[in-house]
């Protein structure tokens, strides 16, 4: 009897052989048992993972003895299936003009599991939530994410000199069999199978309330004065 964890064995297909002869498996909640196994050294391998999921490349060795059976040397065998990942890459552009990419913009990324859920800081293996568009090159303005299924949220947090700061962030969500979706929004889409994230040029306003140019303007009316 073999564990699968991490994943429906009832689409995972695993193979168990004795040269080039194969014998049939049986699949039901995660545990596949091969039935009436003569005695002898087998080799296991995984050739079909779950959607959404990496197949295992290990392969075992199985010997099955009058003694009972042992896997690579071990009385029992769990293999793991991690998450599927799905690059995609974010690039950042001129509002007015699209051809313009936009370097060293800094961005800071969320997920959830569910739509409805509560979003988290994604972290990759450099354990960094954040990531910066690149400032030269022909992948200027540009990052790419390495990202199992979920629901995404992109959040700026340096814009790029010369150019207003988005207020809104960036939702995108990625399904078990890879396939990223960008809902409608006002300056980000998916194109050319990027997400595209646009830049107003200018400045931001002062804020409400903020004394603004009032000081500068009292100031010229007294030199005049």
Same mark, same amino acid.
């Given at each position: 009897t073999l564990?699968l964890?991490?994943a429906?064995?009832s689409?995972s297909?695993?193979?168990?052989y004795?040269?080039?002869?194969?014998?049939?498996?049986?699949?039901?909640?995660g545990?596949?048992?091969f039935?009436?196994?003569? *005695?002898?050294?087998?080799y296991?391998?995984?050739?079909?993972?779950?959607v959404?999921y990496?197949?295992?490349a290990?392969?075992?060795?199985?010997?099955v003895?009058?003694?009972?059976v042992? *896997?690579?040397?071990?009385?029992?065998?769990t293999?793991?299936n991690?998450?599927a990942?799905?690059?995609?890459?974010?690039?950042?552009?001129d509002?007015?003009d699209?051809?313009?990419?936009?370097?060293?913009v800094?961005?800071?990324?969320?997920?959830?599991?569910?739509?409805?859920?509560?979003?988290?800081?994604?972290k990759?293996?450099?354990?960094?939530?954040?990531?910066?568009?690149?400032a030269s090159g022909?992948d200027k303005?540009t990052?790419?994410?390495?990202?199992?299924?979920?629901?995404?949220?992109?959040?700026?947090?340096?814009?790029?000199?010369?150019?207003i700061?988005a207020?809104?962030?960036?939702? *995108?969500?990625?399904s078990?069999?890879g396939?990223?979706?960008?809902?409608?929004?006002? *300056?980000?889409g998916?194109?050319?199978?990027k997400?595209?994230?646009?830049?107003?040029?200018?400045?931001?306003?002062?804020?409400?309330?903020g004394?603004?140019?009032?000081?500068?303007?009292?100031?010229?009316?007294?030199?005049v004065?």
């Open positions: 564990s964890t991490g429906n064995s689409v297909l695993l193979k168990l004795v040269d080039v002869e194969s014998l049939t498996e049986n699949e039901v909640d545990v596949v048992t039935s009436d196994v003569l *005695f002898g050294t087998y296991l391998k995984e050739t079909s993972a779950p959404g990496t197949a295992d290990t392969i075992y060795a199985v010997v003895s009058d003694s009972g042992t *896997f690579n040397g071990e009385s029992t065998l293999v793991n991690p998450k990942k799905t690059g995609i890459t974010v690039i950042k552009v509002n007015t699209t051809s313009k990419t936009l370097g060293d800094v961005f800071e990324l969320t997920w959830c599991a569910t739509e409805t859920g509560s979003y988290t800081l994604y990759a293996d450099d354990e960094s939530a954040r990531y910066t568009t690149a022909d303005g990052f790419t994410l390495s990202l199992p299924e979920g629901y995404y949220k992109l959040e700026e947090k340096t814009p790029p000199d010369g150019y700061k207020t809104s962030n960036v939702a *995108f969500s990625i078990s069999d396939t990223v979706t960008v809902p409608t929004q006002e *300056f980000a998916l194109v050319d199978g997400i595209q994230i646009k830049n107003m040029p200018g400045t931001a306003l002062p804020n409400t309330g004394s603004g140019t009032l000081p500068y303007t009292l100031g010229g009316l007294m030199l004065i």
